[in-house]
């Protein structure tokens, strides 16, 4: 089974806080993917990758950076958090052929 | 602009009974739609997938079919029960355009016993 983890399931931080939200998949996936998810928006992707050190933005990059140092890890960043920052972000991975994708259990970030 | 709409926010179904969503999509580039199944507090996991060589695909109690002149598809699920009750998202793909998804805004199915 594919496997895709993101360690921090609940947090809590503070407006201008920079956050990390990471996440490593075990299947040897070239693509990684992040999205948030947000009540009436549905999945919106924020950044995504197709190899090491490569990054791609998507629909809503804005405040976000991300990085990827390894092929298994994808690490979402949020360089000073706001508000309006408050969601669910899930991690995905597939394979170079594949639009078939696999997510996370998802971290719940709320924003104070 | 959304590429992938899902127009209804819920739906309610009695056990038993035949649930249809419903997905309309706008972007011709999209020759593969998948449809996720998300409950509260958990990542989405994969339900069913089309290609658009196909106009339908089952799987179990699950059946997607794809109306590529109206944009339109649709996941049916024969007989619903209880722990169907989640969230779907419908999402759209293309194998040569791009390899990531355009996902709906989701439709939350509620199975009443």
């Known amino acids: 089974d594919v496997k895709v983890t993101q360690s921090s399931r609940y947090l809590v931080k503070r407006t201008g806080e920079k956050v990390f939200l990471e996440c490593v998949q075990d299947?040897?996936?070239?693509?990684m993917f992040w999205y948030r998810q947000d009540p009436g928006l549905g999945l919106r992707l924020i950044y995504f990758?197709?190899?090491?050190?490569?990054?791609e933005k998507g629909d809503i990059p804005e405040g976000y950076s991300v990085s990827r140092e390894k092929k298994e890890r994808f690490s979402l960043i949020l360089e000073s958090a706001s508000t309006n920052q408050t969601s669910m972000y899930l991690c995905a991975s597939s394979t170079g052929g594949s639009n078939t994708i696999y997510f996370g259990e998802g971290s719940w970030l709320t924003v104070v | 602009d959304q590429q992938v709409k899902q127009n209804s926010p819920s739906l309610s179904v009695q056990e038993g009974r035949i649930s249809i969503l419903n997905c309309d999509y706008t972007n011709s580039m999209f020759d593969y739609f998948l449809w996720y199944k998300k409950y509260p507090a958990e990542g989405p996991t994969f339900l069913i997938s089309i290609s658009s060589i196909k106009d339908k695909n089952e799987d179990g109690r699950f059946t997607v079919f794809l109306n590529k002149s109206a944009k339109h598809l649709s996941l049916h699920i024969v007989p619903s029960q209880p722990g169907d009750s989640a969230v779907y998202f419908c999402?759209?793909?293309?194998?040569?355009?791009?390899?990531?998804?355009?996902f709906g805004s989701g439709t939350q199915l509620t199975v009443l016993p």
């Open positions: 299947m040897d996936h070239e693509n």
């Open positions: 999402a759209a793909g293309s194998f040569t355009w791009a390899r990531q998804l355009t």
């Open positions: 990758s197709y190899d090491v050190k490569m990054k």
